[in-house]
Protein backbone atom coordinates (compact mmCIF):
# COMPACT_ATOMS: atom_id res chain seq x y z
CA UNK A 1 0.00 0.00 0.00
CA UNK A 2 1.62 3.41 -1.08
CA UNK A 3 1.52 6.66 1.63
CA UNK A 4 -1.16 7.91 -0.93
CA UNK A 5 -3.55 4.94 -0.78
CA UNK A 6 -2.87 5.37 3.44
CA UNK A 7 -3.53 8.78 3.23
CA UNK A 8 -6.80 8.94 1.32
CA UNK A 9 -8.09 5.74 3.56
CA UNK A 10 -8.06 8.28 6.35
CA UNK A 11 -9.29 10.67 4.60
CA UNK A 12 -11.75 8.32 4.14
CA UNK A 13 -12.34 7.40 7.41
CA UNK A 14 -12.91 11.15 8.59
CA UNK A 15 -15.30 11.89 6.23
CA UNK A 16 -17.45 9.08 7.09
CA UNK A 17 -17.05 10.03 11.07
CA UNK A 18 -14.96 7.02 11.60
CA UNK A 19 -11.45 6.24 13.36
CA UNK A 20 -8.99 4.30 13.40
CA UNK A 21 -8.45 2.68 17.07
CA UNK A 22 -4.66 2.04 16.38
CA UNK A 23 -3.97 5.87 16.53
CA UNK A 24 -5.53 6.40 19.79
CA UNK A 25 -5.39 3.35 21.50
CA UNK A 26 -2.87 4.58 24.40
CA UNK A 27 -5.48 7.42 25.08
CA UNK A 28 -8.76 5.42 25.13
CA UNK A 29 -7.37 2.56 26.72
CA UNK A 30 -4.63 3.72 29.09
CA UNK A 31 -2.85 0.95 31.02
CA UNK A 32 -4.45 2.74 34.51
CA UNK A 33 -6.74 5.46 35.09
CA UNK A 34 -6.08 8.77 33.79
CA UNK A 35 -8.46 11.06 35.39
CA UNK A 36 -8.80 14.60 34.37
CA UNK A 37 -9.94 15.59 37.63
CA UNK A 38 -7.13 16.61 40.20
CA UNK A 39 -6.55 16.69 43.89
CA UNK A 40 -7.67 20.17 44.60
CA UNK A 41 -8.88 21.52 48.29
CA UNK A 42 -11.13 24.97 49.24
CA UNK A 43 -10.15 26.39 52.27
CA UNK A 44 -12.90 27.59 54.27
CA UNK A 45 -12.13 31.20 55.09
CA UNK A 46 -13.33 31.23 51.17
CA UNK A 47 -15.92 29.20 51.36
CA UNK A 48 -17.77 31.07 54.23
CA UNK A 49 -16.92 34.22 52.16
CA UNK A 50 -18.27 33.93 49.08
CA UNK A 51 -21.58 31.64 50.41
CA UNK A 52 -22.26 34.58 53.29
CA UNK A 53 -21.94 37.00 50.44
CA UNK A 54 -24.36 35.46 48.21
CA UNK A 55 -26.43 35.21 51.48
CA UNK A 56 -26.90 39.03 51.30
CA UNK A 57 -26.39 39.28 47.49
CA UNK A 58 -28.63 36.78 46.09
CA UNK A 59 -32.59 35.99 46.67
CA UNK A 60 -33.69 32.53 46.36
CA UNK A 61 -36.71 32.27 43.82
CA UNK A 62 -38.43 29.66 41.37
CA UNK A 63 -35.76 28.65 38.94
CA UNK A 64 -33.23 29.44 41.32
CA UNK A 65 -34.30 26.88 43.89
CA UNK A 66 -31.39 27.31 46.04
CA UNK A 67 -28.47 29.32 46.91
CA UNK A 68 -25.74 26.63 46.52
CA UNK A 69 -22.11 27.51 45.56
CA UNK A 70 -20.22 24.67 43.73
CA UNK A 71 -16.82 23.34 43.93
CA UNK A 72 -15.33 23.04 40.15
CA UNK A 73 -12.82 20.89 39.65
CA UNK A 74 -10.01 22.92 37.98
CA UNK A 75 -9.03 19.59 35.85
CA UNK A 76 -12.81 19.34 34.39
CA UNK A 77 -12.26 22.52 32.31
CA UNK A 78 -14.91 24.82 34.12
CA UNK A 79 -17.84 22.40 34.64
CA UNK A 80 -19.38 22.80 38.21
CA UNK A 81 -18.33 19.64 39.10
CA UNK A 82 -15.89 17.91 41.99
CA UNK A 83 -15.15 14.82 40.14
CA UNK A 84 -16.76 13.14 37.23
CA UNK A 85 -19.06 11.80 38.82
CA UNK A 86 -20.25 14.01 41.96
CA UNK A 87 -21.45 17.45 42.73
CA UNK A 88 -20.27 19.03 45.90
CA UNK A 89 -21.27 22.73 47.24
CA UNK A 90 -21.82 24.38 50.13
CA UNK A 91 -25.80 25.62 50.42
CA UNK A 92 -26.16 28.92 52.53
CA UNK A 93 -30.26 29.31 53.68
CA UNK A 94 -30.57 32.60 56.00
CA UNK A 95 -33.00 32.57 59.01
CA UNK A 96 -36.56 32.44 58.15
CA UNK A 97 -35.72 31.55 54.54
CA UNK A 98 -37.57 28.82 52.56
CA UNK A 99 -35.73 27.07 49.53
CA UNK A 100 -38.76 25.92 47.21
CA UNK A 101 -39.78 22.25 47.34
CA UNK A 102 -38.82 20.75 43.87
CA UNK A 103 -37.58 17.04 42.84
CA UNK A 104 -35.58 15.73 40.88
CA UNK A 105 -33.93 12.36 39.68
CA UNK A 106 -30.51 13.32 40.67
CA UNK A 107 -29.94 11.43 44.34
CA UNK A 108 -28.76 13.63 46.49
CA UNK A 109 -27.62 13.77 50.42
CA UNK A 110 -26.56 16.68 52.58
CA UNK A 111 -24.48 17.42 55.57
CA UNK A 112 -24.98 20.10 57.90
CA UNK A 113 -22.53 22.28 58.93
CA UNK A 114 -24.02 24.78 60.83
CA UNK A 115 -27.22 26.15 62.07
CA UNK A 116 -30.18 25.56 64.55
CA UNK A 117 -33.67 26.25 63.94
CA UNK A 118 -33.04 24.87 60.62
CA UNK A 119 -35.35 22.15 58.92
CA UNK A 120 -35.40 19.40 55.78
CA UNK A 121 -38.98 18.43 54.63
CA UNK A 122 -38.47 15.26 52.68
CA UNK A 123 -41.44 13.27 51.28
CA UNK A 124 -43.69 14.73 53.95
CA UNK A 125 -41.17 14.03 56.70
CA UNK A 126 -40.07 17.03 58.16
CA UNK A 127 -36.83 17.32 60.50
CA UNK A 128 -34.95 19.82 62.31
CA UNK A 129 -31.05 19.69 61.42
CA UNK A 130 -28.36 20.46 63.76
CA UNK A 131 -24.20 20.18 62.87
CA UNK A 132 -23.24 16.97 62.30
CA UNK A 133 -26.55 15.48 61.09
CA UNK A 134 -26.78 13.46 57.73
CA UNK A 135 -29.61 14.46 55.62
CA UNK A 136 -30.74 11.96 51.96
CA UNK A 137 -33.10 12.65 49.14
CA UNK A 138 -33.74 9.65 47.23
CA UNK A 139 -34.39 10.24 43.56
CA UNK A 140 -37.64 11.95 42.95
CA UNK A 141 -38.44 12.76 46.79
CA UNK A 142 -40.06 15.77 47.12
CA UNK A 143 -37.55 18.42 49.33
CA UNK A 144 -38.05 21.62 50.77
CA UNK A 145 -35.76 23.96 53.44
CA UNK A 146 -36.70 26.08 55.41
CA UNK A 147 -35.41 28.11 59.18
CA UNK A 148 -37.07 29.24 61.74
CA UNK A 149 -34.11 30.84 63.36
CA UNK A 150 -32.52 34.00 62.49
CA UNK A 151 -29.49 33.08 61.64
CA UNK A 152 -28.27 30.73 58.33
CA UNK A 153 -27.96 27.22 58.13
CA UNK A 154 -25.10 25.85 56.29
CA UNK A 155 -24.28 22.67 54.72
CA UNK A 156 -22.66 20.69 52.74
CA UNK A 157 -24.65 19.01 49.47
CA UNK A 158 -23.93 16.08 47.71
CA UNK A 159 -25.78 14.87 44.59
CA UNK A 160 -24.51 12.48 41.43
CA UNK A 161 -25.59 15.80 38.47
CA UNK A 162 -22.32 15.52 36.94
CA UNK A 163 -23.10 11.32 36.70
CA UNK A 164 -26.85 11.51 36.05
CA UNK A 165 -26.39 14.10 33.38
CA UNK A 166 -23.48 12.12 31.22
CA UNK A 167 -26.56 9.33 31.39
CA UNK A 168 -28.84 11.64 30.16
CA UNK A 169 -31.37 11.16 32.99
CA UNK A 170 -32.03 14.17 34.55
CA UNK A 171 -35.87 15.12 35.46
CA UNK A 172 -36.58 17.96 37.18
CA UNK A 173 -40.05 19.68 38.86
CA UNK A 174 -40.69 22.41 40.52
CA UNK A 175 -43.98 21.61 43.59
CA UNK A 176 -46.94 23.51 43.24
CA UNK A 177 -46.88 24.85 46.53
CA UNK A 178 -43.37 26.43 48.03
CA UNK A 179 -43.75 24.21 50.90
CA UNK A 180 -45.23 20.41 50.68
CA UNK A 181 -47.69 19.42 53.41
CA UNK A 182 -46.19 17.75 56.46
CA UNK A 183 -47.39 14.62 56.42
CA UNK A 184 -45.72 12.65 59.30
CA UNK A 185 -45.54 14.11 62.58
CA UNK A 186 -42.10 16.07 63.36
CA UNK A 187 -38.72 13.81 63.02
CA UNK A 188 -41.28 10.82 62.60
CA UNK A 189 -38.46 8.60 60.01
CA UNK A 190 -35.99 9.36 63.21
CA UNK A 191 -38.21 8.32 65.79
CA UNK A 192 -39.45 4.99 63.98
CA UNK A 193 -36.30 4.34 62.75
CA UNK A 194 -33.51 5.90 64.09
CA UNK A 195 -31.98 2.85 66.45
CA UNK A 196 -31.05 1.53 63.10
CA UNK A 197 -31.26 -2.91 64.28
CA UNK A 198 -34.49 -2.40 64.88
CA UNK A 199 -37.66 -1.26 63.22
CA UNK A 200 -41.26 -1.77 63.26
CA UNK A 201 -42.12 -5.24 63.35
CA UNK A 202 -45.40 -4.73 61.13
CA UNK A 203 -43.54 -3.19 58.25
CA UNK A 204 -41.30 -4.55 55.68
CA UNK A 205 -38.00 -3.90 55.17
CA UNK A 206 -37.24 -0.69 52.73
CA UNK A 207 -34.87 -2.58 50.42
CA UNK A 208 -34.21 0.64 47.40
CA UNK A 209 -33.53 3.54 49.86
CA UNK A 210 -33.16 3.79 53.98
CA UNK A 211 -36.10 4.48 55.67
CA UNK A 212 -34.60 7.18 57.65
CA UNK A 213 -34.17 10.81 56.18
CA UNK A 214 -31.91 12.21 58.99
CA UNK A 215 -29.15 9.81 60.57
CA UNK A 216 -28.15 12.36 63.95
CA UNK A 217 -24.96 13.59 64.98
CA UNK A 218 -25.33 12.19 68.38
CA UNK A 219 -25.93 8.54 67.20
CA UNK A 220 -22.73 8.79 64.82
CA UNK A 221 -20.82 10.26 67.10
CA UNK A 222 -21.55 7.44 69.67
CA UNK A 223 -20.74 5.05 66.70
CA UNK A 224 -17.59 6.77 65.86
CA UNK A 225 -16.61 6.29 69.50
CA UNK A 226 -17.62 3.02 70.03
CA UNK A 227 -15.65 1.53 66.90
CA UNK A 228 -12.63 3.39 67.58
CA UNK A 229 -12.74 1.10 71.26
CA UNK A 230 -12.69 -1.85 68.80
CA UNK A 231 -11.23 -1.92 65.20
CA UNK A 232 -9.94 0.28 62.94
CA UNK A 233 -8.64 0.45 59.41
CA UNK A 234 -4.74 1.26 58.24
CA UNK A 235 -5.99 3.10 55.34
CA UNK A 236 -8.69 5.24 57.14
CA UNK A 237 -8.31 4.87 60.78
CA UNK A 238 -11.89 4.85 62.46
CA UNK A 239 -14.51 4.81 59.45
CA UNK A 240 -18.01 4.08 59.14
CA UNK A 241 -20.26 4.43 56.42
CA UNK A 242 -24.01 5.51 57.01
CA UNK A 243 -25.70 2.38 55.65
CA UNK A 244 -29.87 1.74 54.88
CA UNK A 245 -30.50 0.06 58.26
CA UNK A 246 -32.62 -2.82 56.81
CA UNK A 247 -29.88 -3.92 54.14
CA UNK A 248 -26.58 -2.53 54.83
CA UNK A 249 -26.66 -1.13 51.79
CA UNK A 250 -25.07 2.30 51.27
CA UNK A 251 -27.51 4.99 50.97
CA UNK A 252 -27.67 6.05 47.61
CA UNK A 253 -27.62 4.03 44.42
CA UNK A 254 -24.65 6.30 43.48
CA UNK A 255 -22.97 8.10 46.49
CA UNK A 256 -21.66 6.28 49.44
CA UNK A 257 -21.48 8.33 52.68
CA UNK A 258 -18.92 8.26 55.03
CA UNK A 259 -17.80 9.47 58.52
CA UNK A 260 -14.52 8.86 59.67
CA UNK A 261 -12.38 10.01 62.79
CA UNK A 262 -8.60 10.22 63.01
CA UNK A 263 -7.63 10.18 66.41
CA UNK A 264 -5.02 12.23 67.79
CA UNK A 265 -1.30 11.87 65.50
CA UNK A 266 -2.98 8.97 63.68
CA UNK A 267 -1.16 8.70 60.70
CA UNK A 268 -2.70 5.62 57.90
CA UNK A 269 -1.50 3.86 55.23
CA UNK A 270 -1.55 5.01 51.59
CA UNK A 271 -3.83 2.94 49.36
CA UNK A 272 -5.62 4.01 45.65
CA UNK A 273 -8.79 3.11 44.33
CA UNK A 274 -10.83 3.44 41.49
CA UNK A 275 -13.52 6.27 43.02
CA UNK A 276 -13.56 9.52 43.76
CA UNK A 277 -14.62 11.31 47.01
CA UNK A 278 -14.95 14.97 48.48
CA UNK A 279 -13.87 15.37 52.31
CA UNK A 280 -16.15 17.68 53.97
CA UNK A 281 -13.33 18.64 57.51
CA UNK A 282 -15.98 18.66 60.37
CA UNK A 283 -13.67 18.96 63.36
CA UNK A 284 -9.37 19.28 63.50
CA UNK A 285 -6.74 19.59 61.63
CA UNK A 286 -3.99 17.39 59.88
CA UNK A 287 -3.43 16.50 56.14
CA UNK A 288 -3.99 14.32 53.13
CA UNK A 289 -1.18 13.38 51.16
CA UNK A 290 -2.38 12.61 47.66
CA UNK A 291 -0.17 11.24 44.80
CA UNK A 292 2.65 13.19 47.19
CA UNK A 293 1.35 16.61 47.64
CA UNK A 294 0.46 17.54 50.89
CA UNK A 295 -3.01 19.05 51.03
CA UNK A 296 -2.92 20.88 54.75
CA UNK A 297 -6.74 20.91 56.20
CA UNK A 298 -8.43 22.72 59.13
CA UNK A 299 -12.13 22.39 60.16
CA UNK A 300 -14.52 23.72 57.31
CA UNK A 301 -12.16 23.20 54.20
CA UNK A 302 -13.63 20.44 51.43
CA UNK A 303 -11.16 18.40 49.48
CA UNK A 304 -10.62 16.09 46.35
CA UNK A 305 -9.23 12.80 45.90
CA UNK A 306 -9.50 11.54 42.31
CA UNK A 307 -9.79 8.18 41.21
CA UNK A 308 -6.39 5.75 41.57
CA UNK A 309 -4.76 8.60 43.43
CA UNK A 310 -2.48 7.49 45.96
CA UNK A 311 -3.49 8.93 49.72
CA UNK A 312 -3.38 8.94 53.13
CA UNK A 313 -4.32 11.22 55.84
CA UNK A 314 -2.53 12.20 58.84
CA UNK A 315 -3.94 14.08 62.36
CA UNK A 316 -1.63 16.64 62.96
CA UNK A 317 -2.62 17.26 66.72
CA UNK A 318 -1.36 14.72 69.09
CA UNK A 319 -4.60 15.76 71.39
CA UNK A 320 -7.48 16.27 70.06
CA UNK A 321 -9.31 13.88 67.39
CA UNK A 322 -10.03 15.18 63.64
CA UNK A 323 -13.58 13.92 61.84
CA UNK A 324 -14.23 14.16 58.17
CA UNK A 325 -17.38 13.65 56.46
CA UNK A 326 -16.97 12.17 52.33
CA UNK A 327 -19.19 11.22 49.79
CA UNK A 328 -17.90 8.62 47.37
CA UNK A 329 -19.06 7.20 44.03
CA UNK A 330 -18.19 3.70 45.35
CA UNK A 331 -21.40 2.02 44.68
CA UNK A 332 -21.43 3.42 40.93
CA UNK A 333 -17.79 1.80 41.08
CA UNK A 334 -18.85 -1.45 42.41
CA UNK A 335 -22.08 -2.10 40.81
CA UNK A 336 -20.57 -1.75 37.13
CA UNK A 337 -17.92 -3.73 37.98
CA UNK A 338 -14.92 -1.19 37.87
CA UNK A 339 -14.06 -0.87 41.71
CA UNK A 340 -10.43 -1.89 42.25
CA UNK A 341 -8.10 -0.96 44.97
CA UNK A 342 -4.73 -1.45 46.45
CA UNK A 343 -2.56 -0.38 49.06
CA UNK A 344 0.75 1.45 48.37
CA UNK A 345 3.86 -0.97 48.51
CA UNK A 346 6.16 1.65 48.72
CA UNK A 347 7.97 2.41 52.20
CA UNK A 348 5.82 0.82 54.85
CA UNK A 349 2.43 2.18 53.21
CA UNK A 350 3.51 6.03 53.39
CA UNK A 351 4.37 8.31 50.28
CA UNK A 352 7.21 10.55 49.72
CA UNK A 353 6.10 13.98 49.74
CA UNK A 354 7.45 15.83 47.23
CA UNK A 355 5.47 19.41 47.83
CA UNK A 356 2.49 21.07 49.85
CA UNK A 357 -0.90 21.88 48.15
CA UNK A 358 -0.82 25.79 47.09
CA UNK A 359 -3.86 26.70 45.14
CA UNK A 360 -2.45 30.43 43.77
CA UNK A 361 1.21 28.85 42.70
CA UNK A 362 -1.08 25.52 40.53
CA UNK A 363 -3.29 28.69 39.25
CA UNK A 364 -0.33 30.22 38.44
CA UNK A 365 1.50 27.26 36.89
CA UNK A 366 -1.86 26.35 35.37
CA UNK A 367 -2.04 29.93 33.33
CA UNK A 368 1.70 29.96 32.40
CA UNK A 369 0.69 26.36 30.50
CA UNK A 370 1.22 26.55 26.50
FE1 LIG B 1 -33.01 19.51 45.29
FE1 LIG C 1 -9.35 5.72 50.38
Known sequence: ??????????????????????????????????????????????????????????????????????????????????????????????????????????QAVRFIIDGRGGYSTVQGDKVYLGRGDMVINPPWYWHDHGSDADEPTIWMDGLDIPLNNYLDANFFEPHAGEQQAVTQVLDGSVMKYGVGQL????????????????????????????????????????????????TGRSVMDTISCWIQMLRPAAHTQAHRHTSSAVYYVFEGRGATVIDGIRFDWEQGDMFVVPSWAAHEHLNALNDQRAVMFSIHDTPVMAALGKYREEPLPSSGGRQKVTGRFDSTRVQRANSEAP
Not at 36 to 62: M, P, Q, Y
Not at 64 to 84: C, F, H, I, K, W
Not at 221 to 228: I, K, T
Request: charged fraction near 25%; hydrophobic fraction near 40%.
Open 1 to 106: MSDSELARLYDDMAREHLTPLWKLESSILPPVPCPKSVAWLWKWKELFDVASRSGRLVTIERGGDRRAVALSNPGLGGAPYATPTLWAAVQWLNGHEVAPAHRHTA
Open 199 to 246: RPAWEPRSDRYPPIFAYKWELTERALLNLSRVDSSPFDDVALEYTNPH
